[in-house]
């Protein structure tokens, strides 16, 4: 079955700090899709990014990264020069075929990031 | 363009009573479902459906009912409220056939106390 593993429970830095966010994944599928979201203290669900399984290239939109490797099955978040605004819980998801043909999406447990100023 | 329309955004129940949380979206997913997140134990999900008529369990249905008579809607029935079940409840939705990696759109979420 697949899966979504999101081992960082929570992680405190100060502002200015850069912080990678973990994301290990499981499927057997070839052909999967791979998400991020953000939940700021208001409480909604943002989304950030998807990643395709065959496009292993690296993205960066102005302070966000993304490092997706296939080889270890992670899809990694690195913020740079982090920010108070930045402090909110972040979701892996994955969805792939394997979940009863349906694609449902599976989300890993969330990492609460603080950042302090 | 709403999106995901959940509500209440609130609700407080005394155990035993029971109730219907609302979902509905306009952009003709066929995929919708319910979580819940608890502190620590991220995104829990209750039920989905994958079309109108279809609904199937998710990995924590106990004490919830679905429904799904129209493909915009997707209601969520507290049975008979426990104190287990305060928490926040999140409303999805996405596409599936043909466009399967499209992210899934989510409700502002209703804050569920039973007392």
């Known amino acids: 079955a697949q899966k979504v593993t999101q081992a960082q429970t929570e992680i405190s830095v100060v502002e200015k700090e850069d912080v990678t966010l973990d994301c290990v994944y499981e499927?057997?599928?070839?052909?999967?899709?791979l998400f991020w979201y953000k939940q700021p203290p208001s409480g909604e669900l943002v989304f950030l990014i998807r990643?395709?399984?065959?496009?292993?290239q690296n993205e960066i939109s102005g302070r966000y990264s993304w490092n997706f490797q296939k080889s270890t099955s992670s899809f990694n978040f690195t913020i740079t020069a982090s920010q108070v605004v930045d402090s909110a819980v972040y979701f892996c998801?994955?969805?792939?075929?394997?979940?009863?043909?349906?694609?449902?999406?599976?989300f890993g447990r969330g990492t609460s990031l603080i950042v302090h100023p | 363009n709403a999106g995901v329309t959940q509500t209440p955004k609130f609700q407080v129940l005394k155990t035993g009573q029971s109730m219907t949380l609302q979902c509905a979206q306009d952009?003709?997913?066929?995929?919708m479902s319910w979580y819940r997140q608890d502190p620590g134990m991220g995104l829990r999900l209750i039920h989905y459906?994958?079309?109108?008529?279809?609904?199937d369990q998710g990995e924590v249905p106990n004490g919830y009912n679905v429904s799904r008579s129209t493909t915009e809607d997707f209601p969520l029935r507290l049975l008979s409220a426990a104190p287990s079940q305060t928490s926040v409840y999140f409303c999805?939705?996405?596409?599936?056939?043909?466009?399967?990696?499209?992210?899934?759109?989510f409700g502002q979420g209703t804050r569920l106390t039973v007392v």
């Open positions: 459906s994958v079309g109108a008529g279809i609904t």
């Open positions: 499927t057997r599928d070839t052909t999967y899709y």
């Open positions: 999805a939705s996405s596409p599936l056939t043909g466009a399967p990696n499209t992210e899934a759109f």
């Open positions: 952009m003709n997913h066929e995929y």
């Open positions: 998801a994955l969805r792939s075929f394997e979940s009863g043909g349906s694609y449902i999406p599976t």
């Open positions: 990643r395709n399984s065959f496009d292993e």
